[in-house]
């Protein structure tokens, strides 16, 4: 078994050796153990489970409550030449049917599934005519109420546990806690896990913390004395890009990046800092999920994150080659204060989190009683416009209730525009006459894209506008013209986010809003961003401090983080001027001596006496004249 991973790895992914724990991890899950793989970022999850998948017969379940990672994946596996599918919120039921046929005729050896989607019946009835290898958990800490990022519908994958009772799960996270940890392995109902870790440390990375108020101005001065590729986190989409021209003015090439982008921009964006055209990203924390980016030499918080996981996580995206770099936390006097405010913002007041519910269900339309399973389009802008709220505390309110399974927000759904034949190739020659640009369309349709007439596949209208030297709207017309004439089905590209009603609308004065919620999650936020503002103002190694935080006791401090480089710089600058002190006493007595007398008569390695030496004779305490040492009179 070790050759044939060893074969499949190489003919996918061109590498001829596993980087650390993976191997560990592939073969205990081909042996069939329930597995827990707890490794850093950058620490290259997703072959652990996507080499045994291949090694095994039928299609691989992966969840993950990530759309945008979720596609990513997909999209590498199948640029490997490997099928792979999805099923996530905003598909229609005509696509899922279609991923759900592929998947029981054993097309696909790999199907990414939202954890929403677990509960449907359609999902349920199809699961039961699958050949499913093996359950993956990506992401896994959602499960656990005592994780930073608890999702509830993470619960729902114990029951599939139960309809699957003999196929092993592979759980991956790169931040748990031990107690999150133990919460996994029982929430998945594992039965004797094999538990496998790497090690958090990450010796190569440098943890920084810069204190001041003029943080932009710091940037600019960290950038400019640390070479290389560079990742700038923020908080807010408005301070991407003012932080991005400010770089550019400066002389720095640098883009920015946030969620509400389109997804051209996006993949241009990351494409031009990937290939080293623009040195340095600014972003949000919707990058860097997926990225897999060597080279990144620094990376840099100008707002503290909320908790260690998050901190970890994203200064991870450093160093990932194994080279110098560095992490760096900007930390102003007004951060504590902000840190602590976010706290009471994520946590509005109950009532207005009851009368937020009230308001999106009249909002999208759901009646008392009615809704169950039901999802609608949902305007955030246009909500809060409507009723006159904040959008950070409506967004937390919304939070609140789907983490007590009231409703569930699906933020940003944003889906490309998709196409699926529905006529045979040889139908196709008995087509009634199409004007000449529909026409032209459907033969560049089929020159662009391959698979068409299995699966419904991803467009760009804009490639099909540049390569007939059409407009936008023509492609549009001409699209659904070939829709309504059944020769294709084409599904527009759609970005709304939505909510969706797992359960009937009850009235707002009867939600319950479980103490674990709510008060057990404030109390647990409010312990995190403690301890962030722990470690921003700590005197100890910080990398030690992380680590602690993971339940991991480090070896040694770390030799390498600001608060390390001090002590070790204020301990040379002692071990100096103790060699100074002897050398001016020694010259009192001796009034003046050789070098090699000097060095003879201190009880010091020569090498640090006559390091000292040289420097008091360019400061003056001390003169040579080419043989002897001398005390200078005026020193």
């Given at each position: 078994?070790r050759?044939?991973?060893?074969?499949?790895?190489?003919?996918?992914w061109g590498y001829?050796?596993?980087r650390?724990?993976?191997e560990?991890?592939?073969?205990?899950?081909?042996s069939?153990?329930?597995?827990?793989?707890?490794?850093?970022?950058?620490?290259?999850k997703?072959?652990?489970f996507?080499?045994?998948?291949m090694?095994?017969?039928g299609?691989?379940?992966?969840?993950?409550?990530?759309i945008?990672?979720m596609k990513?994946?997909?999209?590498?596996?199948?640029n490997r030449r490997?099928k792979?599918a999805?099923?996530?919120?905003?598909?229609?039921?005509?696509?899922?049917?279609?991923?759900f046929e592929n998947?029981?005729n054993?097309?696909?050896?790999?199907?990414y599934?939202?954890?929403e989607?677990?509960?449907?019946d359609?999902?349920?009835?199809?699961?039961?005519?699958?050949q499913?290898?093996l359950?993956?958990?990506?992401?896994?800490?959602?499960?656990?109420?005592?994780g930073?990022d608890?999702?509830?519908?993470?619960?729902r994958i114990?029951?599939?546990r139960?309809?699957?009772?003999?196929?092993?799960?592979?759980?991956?996270t790169a931040?748990?806690?031990?107690?999150?940890?133990?919460?996994?392995?029982?929430?998945?109902?594992?039965?004797?896990?094999?538990?496998?870790?790497?090690?958090?440390a990450?010796p190569n990375?440098s943890?920084?913390?810069?204190q001041g108020e003029n943080?932009?101005?710091?940037?600019?001065?960290?950038?400019?004395r640390?070479?290389?590729c560079?990742?700038?986190y923020?908080?807010?989409?408005?301070r991407?890009q003012?932080i991005?021209?400010?770089?550019q003015q400066?002389g720095?090439?640098a883009?920015?990046?946030?969620?509400?982008?389109s997804?051209e921009?996006?993949?241009?964006?990351q494409?031009?800092?990937?290939?080293?055209?623009?040195?340095i990203?600014?972003?949000?924390n919707?990058?860097g999920m997926g990225?897999?980016k060597?080279d990144v030499?620094?990376?840099?918080h100008?707002?503290i994150?909320n908790?260690?996981?998050?901190?970890y996580q994203?200064a991870?995206r450093?160093?990932?080659d194994?080279?110098?770099?560095y992490?760096?936390l900007?930390?102003?006097?007004s951060?504590k204060a902000t840190?602590?405010?976010?706290v009471?913002?994520s946590?509005?007041?109950k009532d207005?989190?009851?009368q937020?519910y009230e308001?999106a269900c009249?909002?999208?339309g759901?009646?008392?009683?009615e809704?169950a399973e039901?999802?609608?389009?949902?305007?955030?802008?246009?909500f809060?416009?409507?009723?006159?709220?904040q959008?950070t505390?409506?967004?937390?309110?919304?939070?609140?209730?789907t983490?007590?399974?009231?409703?569930?927000?699906?933020e940003?759904?944003?889906?490309?525009?998709?196409?699926?034949?529905?006529?045979?190739?040889?139908?196709l020659?008995?087509?009634p006459?199409?004007?000449?640009?529909?026409?032209?369309?459907?033969q560049?349709?089929?020159?662009?894209?391959?698979?068409?007439f299995?699966?419904y596949v991803?467009?760009?209208?804009?490639l099909l506008?540049?390569?007939?030297?059409?407009d936008a709207?023509?492609?549009y017309?001409?699209l659904?013209?070939?829709?309504?004439?059944h020769?294709?089905?084409?599904?527009?590209?759609r970005r709304?986010p939505?909510i969706?009603?797992p359960?009937?609308?009850?009235?707002?004065?009867y939600?319950v809003i479980p103490?674990?919620?709510?008060e057990?999650r404030?109390?647990r936020?409010?312990?995190?961003?403690?301890?962030m503002i722990?470690?921003?103002?700590?005197q100890?190694?910080?990398?030690?401090?992380l680590?602690?935080?993971?339940?991991?006791?480090p070896?040694a401090?770390c030799?390498?983080?600001?608060n390390?480089?001090?002590?070790r710089?204020?301990?040379?600058?002692?071990?100096?001027?103790g060699v100074?002190?002897?050398?001016?006493?020694?010259?009192?007595?001796?009034?003046?001596?050789?070098?090699?007398?000097?060095v003879?008569?201190i009880?010091?390695?020569?090498?640090e006496?006559t390091?000292a030496l040289?420097?008091m004779?360019?400061?003056?305490i001390?003169s040579?004249?080419?043989?002897?040492?001398?005390?200078c009179?005026y020193?």
């Amino acid at each position: 078994m070790r050759q044939k991973i060893h074969d499949i790895l190489h003919q996918y992914w061109g590498y001829d050796t596993f980087r650390p724990l993976q191997e560990d991890i592939i073969l205990s899950v081909l042996s069939g153990r329930d597995t827990l793989g707890l490794m850093a970022t950058g620490g290259g999850k997703s072959l652990t489970f996507q080499v045994p998948a291949m090694a095994m017969e039928g299609v691989c379940i992966v969840i993950t409550p990530l759309i945008a990672l979720m596609k990513d994946q997909v999209d590498n596996l199948r640029n490997r030449r490997i099928k792979a599918a999805m099923i996530a919120q905003g598909m229609t039921r005509r696509e899922r049917n279609v991923v759900f046929e592929n998947c029981i005729n054993g097309a696909y050896k790999f199907l990414y599934v939202s954890p929403e989607r677990l509960s449907t019946d359609m999902f349920q009835h199809r699961l039961q005519e699958m050949q499913v290898s093996l359950i993956v958990v990506d992401e896994a800490h959602c499960i656990s109420q005592w994780g930073y990022d608890f999702r509830p519908s993470y619960l729902r994958i114990a029951a599939l546990r139960e309809q699957l009772p003999d196929v092993p799960v592979l759980a991956l996270t790169a931040s748990a806690t031990p107690v999150v940890a133990n919460d996994i392995c029982d929430k998945l109902q594992m039965r004797n896990p094999n538990r496998l870790r790497l090690t958090f440390a990450r010796p190569n990375i440098s943890y920084v913390v810069r204190q001041g108020e003029n943080k932009v101005q710091q940037l600019i001065h960290i950038a400019e004395r640390v070479p290389g590729c560079a990742i700038v986190y923020v908080r807010s989409r408005k301070r991407t890009q003012e932080i991005s021209t400010e770089l550019q003015q400066a002389g720095f090439t640098a883009t920015f990046y946030h969620a509400g982008l389109s997804p051209e921009e996006k993949n241009d964006r990351q494409r031009r800092w990937s290939e080293g055209e623009v040195r340095i990203m600014v972003a949000t924390n919707a990058f860097g999920m997926g990225i897999d980016k060597p080279d990144v030499r620094l990376v840099i918080h100008v707002d503290i994150p909320n908790s260690p996981e998050e901190y970890y996580q994203e200064a991870g995206r450093a160093g990932r080659d194994g080279k110098r770099s560095y992490a760096v936390l900007l930390y102003g006097k007004s951060d504590k204060a902000t840190l602590r405010k976010r706290v009471t913002e994520s946590f509005p007041d109950k009532d207005f989190i009851r009368q937020t519910y009230e308001r999106a269900c009249n909002f999208i339309g759901i009646a008392v009683g009615e809704g169950a399973e039901q999802m609608r389009e949902f305007s955030l802008n246009q909500f809060c416009q409507t009723f006159n709220t904040q959008t950070t505390q409506t967004l937390s309110a919304l939070e609140i209730l789907t983490q007590a399974g009231a409703l569930e927000f699906i933020e940003e759904n944003d889906s490309l525009s998709r196409v699926m034949m529905e006529m045979r190739r040889d139908e196709l020659y008995d087509l009634p006459d199409l004007d000449d640009t529909t026409d032209r369309l459907l033969q560049c349709l089929l020159r662009s894209y391959t698979g068409l007439f299995a699966d419904y596949v991803l467009i760009h209208e804009e490639l099909l506008q540049y390569r007939l030297g059409v407009d936008a709207q023509t492609v549009y017309e001409s699209l659904l013209k070939l829709s309504r004439m059944h020769v294709l089905h084409y599904i527009p590209r759609r970005r709304t986010p939505y909510i969706y009603m797992p359960v009937r609308r009850v009235e707002g004065k009867y939600i319950v809003i479980p103490h674990s919620v709510y008060e057990e999650r404030k109390e647990r936020m409010s312990e995190r961003v403690e301890y962030m503002i722990d470690y921003a103002n700590a005197q100890s190694c910080r990398a030690s401090m992380l680590l602690r935080y993971f339940g991991e006791e480090p070896a040694a401090d770390c030799d390498t983080c600001d608060n390390c480089r001090a002590r070790r710089t204020s301990h040379s600058q002692e071990r100096e001027d103790g060699v100074r002190v002897a050398i001016e006493r020694l010259l009192d007595r001796h009034k003046c001596l050789s070098i090699a007398q000097v060095v003879s008569l201190i009880h010091y390695p020569k090498e640090e006496v006559t390091d000292a030496l040289r420097r008091m004779i360019d400061e003056g305490i001390v003169s040579f004249d080419g043989v002897k040492v001398t005390r200078c009179e005026y020193s």
